[in-house]
């Protein structure tokens, strides 16, 4: 358990290219951060200079109350989950879980408590003596997280470890992830490109786009109050609506009709509403010509547009609606407006 | 339908109809029977030769007719010695052959590994470019070096000595290439796990990489060993004193005395080629499935 703080953090490759522009943020003591962003966004190489995989070109890291720029991974007292496992392929799970006490010199005794302790934690005793070829990818994953645990980390690192399994074995992995983290209490930086893991697993989670931090909240924070349109589009399936629209007046016109109240903007504004915040209704301000809809069982996503705008609206199971002109409403309290030029929230 | 009726009569009746001979089945056959006997024959005939007199040889050449001369042969060919020293016996001179073999494969593939692993894993100036002179070396074999290699080796007093032997041979651009190839495959958060697992570069090589490469070395050591053996021109060159002798050096020394009144011992020379055929042919059987499994697939 410690305390991570990243502070000015900057990296900058060989070629010149910069893959994280200067980032600061605090990770408490046992919380769960999340990473999250799309590929090439520098959440990875900040991940890997948490470990000391990667150099850092600027900035401070400290651990617990210990700068650990020039310290060597193994030293940090990190432990490190990988996208594909990285296990010794020649050693039994056993072996495997080992490996990294046996290194420190730990007493064999206590190495096979240790192992048999998160053995039984991880349901893995039964395949203690086999090669990581003869298990699953579920089970090769537990062995990772087990030879990430025996280690009694302050901090946990994961760098996409669920995105080698298939959807069902990801969604009982995540759970089991978080329980576990829950039950250690162990601070823990996760990166994933997936917004479900993202929201479903964070305490806090941190929106990256192109080495920048876009930004950091709770999933609710993210999710209802995004701080750009990036990060309205990125999180959330299917993402929030965007919408060009005018503020004038002290409202926000689309097209012709006045739609919401502006909070002092004039001018052009990008209008963002979540799709199950657009609610069909009779008196609905907005019209929308629907053309696809999507049935997805527990709810139906109508896809539509508004003028020239793609527009997508979140509706129950029991709405009948078909394609066709549909009047919605907006729930209200529940629009976020973004500079047009920008992009960023106006609060 | 004609799969079903076919099981069925299986089952029924367990004594299992033959199946029908095809033609293509013929032909195959045919084709690796005509083969293995063109392989084969030369070896059959030159062990007819070890059971006839030597006399017999000189005067009829090969022939059908099995003699009586084998086991004498043999005692001649393991345990005599021809020379002056009486040094130079078969069973010596296969125990040099060992050496150089073992000695050569061994120290080809502890360089080339070691090699490799500079090359793949340290951050070093100029590695690729250092991987590209090791492997233009490939254009320059033993052969086309061999007067300035016997002028060290000589100037270093290492004529007629094991490592003399061995040690100029065992620099690899072969070996390099295809442990390098290997480690290249290596998945790189291997590397990285073990580096959070607290291994440096010297446990990485023998905990995770070694291990790793198991099949691969088989492979080499297969090569190598059989490539070893077979040297020729350089224990010509190195060798002079008897016992040092290898094997493939020694049944040339044996051929060369038609000269005077005595007979080339050709029964004894002749089975001692034979004899120098069996390790080589023994280490591929027993390795083979090692070395298909080191050069195609990988237990990454």
Request: proline share 5%; charged share 20%.
């Amino acid at each position: 358990m410690a305390h991570v703080a990243i502070e000015n953090i900057r990296k900058v490759y060989p070629n010149g290219f910069e893959a994280l522009t200067p980032s600061s943020f605090q990770i408490q003591e046992g919380e769960f951060v999340v990473l999250v962003g799309p590929s090439g966004c520098g959440k990875s190489t900040l991940l890997r200079m948490i470990a000391g995989l990667e150099e850092i070109t600027d900035g401070e890291l400290r651990i617990g109350d210990r700068v650990v720029n020039d310290v060597d991974p193994a030293d940090r007292d990190i432990a490190m989950v990988f996208q594909n496992y990285a296990l010794y392929p020649h050693m039994t799970v056993r072996k495997n879980i080992a490996y990294g006490l046996k290194n420190r010199k730990t007493p064999p005794d206590e190495i096979a408590q240790k192992v048999t302790e998160a053995a039984d934690m991880l349901n893995l005793n039964d395949y203690l003596d086999r090669k990581p070829s003869q298990l699953s990818g579920g089970q090769r994953q537990r062995v990772a997280m087990g030879r990430a645990i025996v280690r009694d980390p302050a901090l946990f690192l994961f760098d996409e470890p669920l995105s080698n399994l298939d959807a069902k074995l990801r969604n009982q992995m995540r759970i089991e992830i978080k329980a576990l983290q829950r039950r250690l209490s162990v601070t823990s930086v996760y990166v994933t490109h997936d917004q479900v893991e993202a929201m479903t697993m964070a305490d806090r989670i941190i929106v990256m786009n192109a080495g920048r931090i876009e930004q950091i909240g709770t999933p609710s924070e993210v999710y209802h109050s995004p701080a750009s349109t990036f990060v309205a589009s990125f999180m959330g399936a299917p993402p929030m609506n965007l919408i060009d629209a005018r503020a004038a007046d002290g409202k926000i016109h689309l097209g012709e009709r006045a739609v919401a109240e502006a909070n002092g903007t004039t001018g052009p504004i990008t209008l963002g509403i979540r799709p199950e915040d657009l609610i069909p209704h009779n008196e609905g301000e907005i019209a929308i010509n629907v053309d696809i809809v999507e049935e997805l069982g527990a709810h139906r996503l109508l896809h539509g547009s508004v003028g020239g705008e793609r527009v997508t609206v979140h509706v129950g199971k029991d709405v009948a609606i078909g394609t066709g002109n549909l009047q919605v409403g907006i729930k209200p309290g529940a629009i976020s407006l973004f500079d047009t030029k920008t992009g960023l929230r106006l609060s | 339908m004609t799969d079903a009726t076919q099981i069925q009569t299986a089952v029924a009746a367990p004594k299992r109809k033959r199946r029908p001979i095809k033609l293509e089945n013929v032909v195959d056959h045919g084709v690796l029977v005509v083969g293995a006997l063109f392989m084969l024959l030369p070896i059959l005939m030159v062990l007819q030769l070890t059971t006839v007199p030597d006399a017999e040889i000189i005067k009829n050449g090969p022939s059908l007719k099995i003699g009586d001369q084998f086991d004498e042969n043999f005692q001649k060919a393991m345990f005599e010695a021809d020379g002056f020293s009486g040094a130079n016996t078969g069973v010596r001179m296969l125990y040099n052959s060992f050496i150089l073999g073992i000695g050569f494969a061994v120290g080809k593939i502890v360089i080339g590994m070691m090699a490799a692993y500079a090359i793949v894993y340290f951050r070093l100036r100029f590695a690729t470019l250092a991987f590209w002179i090791i492997f233009t070396t490939l254009l320059l074999p033993l052969e086309v070096r061999i007067l300035p290699s016997y002028e060290v080796v000589q100037s270093l007093g290492m004529l007629n000595t094991f490592s003399g032997l061995i040690i100029p041979l065992v620099a690899s651009a072969t070996a390099t290439f295809f442990f390098r190839q290997f480690f290249r495959s290596v998945p790189e958060e291997l590397v990285e796990a073990a580096r959070i697992d607290g291994a440096g570069p010297v446990k990485f090589f023998f905990d995770i990489l070694v291990p790793l490469s198991r099949t691969m070395i088989a492979a080499m050591f297969i090569i190598m060993f059989v490539f070893g053996w077979n040297q020729y021109l350089w224990p010509t060159m190195i060798t002079t004193e008897e016992d040092m002798f290898t094997l493939v050096r020694g049944i040339k020394q044996m051929t060369q005395v038609l000269e005077g009144a005595s007979l080339p011992e050709f029964g004894r020379s002749n089975l001692l080629a034979i004899i120098a055929i069996v390790p080589p042919v023994f280490i591929v059987i027993f390795f083979q499935s090692w070395f298909v499994k080191g050069l195609t697939e990988s237990d990454k």
